[in-house]
């Protein structure tokens, strides 16, 4: 039954390619993460200055220690969100760039699996679904398929 629902996917390559096409759209496009990380990396500089600052101020004694304290303080948290973000952004960049998929060539290795998937053992329909990254969870009663297809469950009679 597992079998039969993959195989039911792969007689269709346009399910697979618009479920790619979602992740892809899901995404976004690289540019705009890219610009928006060099935004990221401006303001950090921005505040490693302004922290230079600050401290040639306390040297100087220009503000009391509780106004250096409270604005240090400030920065840090600014400087910590801006991290935040900006690891947040390589990550959506990297899954943006790796998201990147040649469709013609997609559509012709699905066609080329189509034509020998009847002819698989065990372990050639084990490597098809760890190529496509689909994971099957048995529990007994419901058997779940996981990865680049949707998930779905399957019900087996009893």
Request: aromatic residues 6%; hydrophobic residues 35%; glycine residues 2%.
């Amino acid at each position: 039954m597992v079998w039969d629902e993959i195989e039911r996917y792969l007689s269709k390559p346009e399910l697979i390619i618009s479920q790619l096409e979602t992740r892809r759209q899901d995404t976004d496009q690289p540019g705009v993460f890219e610009t928006e990380l060099r935004q990221v990396e401006r303001q950090l500089k921005i505040i490693d200055r302004q922290q230079l600052q600050l401290l040639q101020w306390a040297v100087k004694e220009e503000f009391s220690p509780e106004q250096v304290e409270t604005e240090n303080k400030r920065l840090k948290q600014v400087c910590e969100a801006l991290k935040a973000r900006k690891a947040e952004l390589e990550t959506k960049l990297k899954a943006s760039q790796e998201a990147a998929v040649d469709i013609p060539k997609l559509e012709e290795f699905i066609k080329h699996v189509q034509s020998r998937i009847s002819d698989l053992d065990f372990e050639g329909k084990r490597q098809a679904l760890d190529m496509f990254d689909v994971t099957v969870w048995l529990d007994g009663i419901n058997v779940e398929i996981t990865g680049t297809i949707e998930p779905s469950i399957v019900t087996i009679p009893s």
